[in-house]
Each structure stands twice: as C-alpha cells, then as structure tokens.
C-alpha cells in the first residue's frame, strides 16, 4: 500500500477535514490501494442526512471558530482536533465487508504492536481497555472502497461534548450519561509514544512506498472540494 503525501508547502488546505474527504474520492479512482493519515483544527462533520441544528452546537461552533461540514455518507456526527488523528484507506477492494474486514483487524494488530490491548469490535469500532479509541466507516464506489476512520490520541473531550450534542433519546437508549464515558484517549492508558510517533507508526505498518501527490493532482482534489463547501450542501444535504 501506498502513503499518499502532500505537496511541501501546501498545509493550508490540509487544515480543513473536508479537503480530505474530496482526496478520499479522488484517491479511489487514481490511487486505489493507498493510505494517508491526517489531522485538522476543530471540526465536527456530519452525516448526508442529518439535521445539522439537531445534531451539531451550532452557536458553540460559531461562538468558538469550530469547523462544521457536511461528508456524503451517512451516519453521525464526529468531532476532530489536532489530538485525534484521522486515517482514510483507499482499496480497490469492491466488497465492503472484505475492505473492512481488513482494515479493522489491521488496525487492531497495529495497536497490538505499539503494546496496547486493542480489539475490533462488530459495531466498527476499535476498543482499548473496554473503551473506544476508534470509530469508522466504509462505503464502497465503483472503483473500490473508501474506509475513514479516527484514532484518539490526545483530543479535547471537553469541547467534543459541547460541540456535538446528542438527542437525550440517543443517550438513555443506550445507558450512556455522556459521550465521554464510552472513549478513551490513547495518552490515558500510559503510552510511551508521542502524537507524531503515532502518525508515523499507522504509515509504517500499513505502507511500503509512498506516493508524491502532484500540483495538478492537488488541483482535482481542490475541484472536488468546491462539492463540500457549497452552503446548500452543509446546511441542507443538497447542491445549488
């Protein structure tokens, strides 16, 4: 598999997560069998079909410079900073089920080399101690597969409360007070490795080679991107 690298001089964009949702997309139609991982400023991004004033602290968001987007998948809402890091797989794979397959039992082996107990678990999720330290998703196109998920080494649980802010149904459906009692970071289980170290040590153990993404290759991906930031789209699920 391949690291999928930036051009040097180009963080600016890379500080925004849904840059890196339109290079998921164009990843899997030019460089299947490819992996980055990324991190951004606070962000919270939510599902295609989510109602972003239920889901979302809008007016905390704003009040605070925390990003909001929209991704075009389901599902619900995540919240990002730099503390949590963010890994996109990008296979050829045309099956769901194998893809993810392959990447949750990776992903748990590459905790289990760095000295943690980590296990899979049927719900997508990677566990520490009894406690989530990743969520992720995959859907398939017609090219391969897309798989995104989070790794949380240091991120601030405090404003990941205030910004998402789950239905109480959702919460006592599932005998949950708070979104903090079912994650953990990394850092709290005594790790010797540093946020950098982790980012480097998901790269080594996935990819053999890199890939050098070109600046008309970055020009696509900015295309792409236009998608996302459309303000029809983040508010409403849908494109002017």
Same mark, same amino acid.
């Given at each position: 598999?391949?690291?999928?690298?930036?051009?040097?001089?180009?963080?600016?964009?890379?500080?925004?997560?849904?840059?890196?949702?339109?290079?998921?997309?164009?990843?899997?139609?030019?460089?299947?069998?490819?992996?980055?991982?990324?991190?951004?400023?606070?962000?919270?991004?939510?599902?295609?079909?989510?109602?972003?004033?239920?889901?979302?602290?809008?007016?905390?968001?704003?009040?605070?410079?925390?990003?909001?987007?929209?991704?075009?998948?389901?599902?619900?809402?995540?919240?990002?900073?730099?503390?949590?890091?963010?890994?996109?797989?990008?296979?050829?794979?045309?099956?769901?089920?194998?893809?993810?397959?392959?990447?949750?039992?990776?992903?748990?082996?590459?905790?289990?080399?760095?000295?943690?107990?980590?296990?899979?678990?049927?719900?997508?999720?990677?566990?520490?101690?009894?406690?989530?330290?990743?969520?992720?998703?995959?859907?398939?196109?017609?090219?391969?597969?897309?798989?995104?998920?989070?790794?949380?080494?240091?991120?601030? %649980?405090?404003?990941?409360?205030?910004?998402?802010?789950?239905?109480?149904?959702?919460?006592?459906?599932?005998?949950?007070?708070?979104?903090?009692?079912?994650?953990?970071?990394?850092?709290?289980?005594?790790?010797?490795?540093? %946020?950098?170290?982790?980012?480097?040590?998901?790269?080594?153990?996935?990819?053999?080679?890199?890939?050098?993404?070109?600046?008309?290759?970055?020009?696509?991906?900015?295309?792409?991107?236009?998608?996302?930031?459309?303000?029809? %789209?983040?508010?409403?699920?849908?494109?002017?």
């Amino acid at each position: 598999m391949k690291w999928l690298r930036m051009p040097e001089g180009e963080s600016d964009c890379g500080r925004r997560l849904v840059f890196w949702l339109a290079l998921e997309e164009w990843a899997v139609i030019n460089a299947p069998g490819s992996l980055f991982v990324w991190s951004v400023d606070p962000t919270v991004i939510f599902g295609r079909n989510q109602d972003m004033e239920a889901e979302v602290n809008v007016q905390y968001c704003r009040e605070h410079s925390i990003q909001m987007y929209r991704r075009k998948s389901g599902g619900g809402c995540v919240y990002a900073d730099d503390g949590n890091l963010m890994i996109s797989y990008i296979t050829s794979e045309p099956d769901v089920n194998r893809a993810f397959d392959t990447y949750l039992s990776s992903l748990a082996s590459a905790l289990k080399g760095m000295g943690l107990d980590a296990v899979r678990t049927e719900h997508n999720d990677v566990l520490v101690g009894g406690r989530k330290v990743s969520g992720n998703a995959c859907y398939a196109t017609s090219t391969g597969c897309i798989v995104h998920g989070t790794m949380l080494y240091d991120t601030d %649980f405090t404003e990941m409360e205030r910004a998402i802010t789950p239905s109480k149904e959702k919460l006592d459906s599932k005998g949950i007070k708070s979104v903090r009692q079912r994650v953990a970071n990394l850092k709290e289980f005594g790790v010797d490795f540093s %946020f950098d170290d982790l980012r480097s040590r998901v790269v080594d153990y996935f990819c053999n080679e890199s890939l050098l993404l070109s600046t008309s290759q970055l020009a696509g991906v900015l295309e792409i991107e236009k998608t996302y930031l459309d303000d029809n %789209f983040i508010k409403y699920g849908r494109r002017n």
